[in-house]
């Protein structure tokens, strides 16, 4: 059987974790309960911002190198006359 002590929570948050929680309460009384403040989400981005970073600069230069090392289809030439 399910463990009768769970609430609906959104997200489950084991125990001797740290979570912070932004709230305004100008912000909270006047928004829907569905809503989600853009605070969350920049303190989110500042979190993993490293992690983030090196990813996509790993990301592009290996795209770089992969275009780099391909050898081309077509060429093409243009002369203009005058």
Known sequence: MA????????VHVPQ????????DE???QSTEENSIDLRVY???????????????????????L?????TPIYQATTSLLI
Do not use: C
């Open 16 to 23: 001797g974790s740290r979570v912070i929680i932004v709230r």
């Open 66 to 70: 992969g275009t780099f090392r391909l």
């Open 42 to 64: 920049w303190h989110i981005f500042n979190k993993y911002r490293r992690t983030i970073l090196k990813l996509t600069l790993a990301i592009g230069l290996l795209a770089i």
């Open 26 to 28: 100008k912000t909270t």
């Open 3 to 10: 463990n009768e002590n769970q609430d609906n929570s959104y």
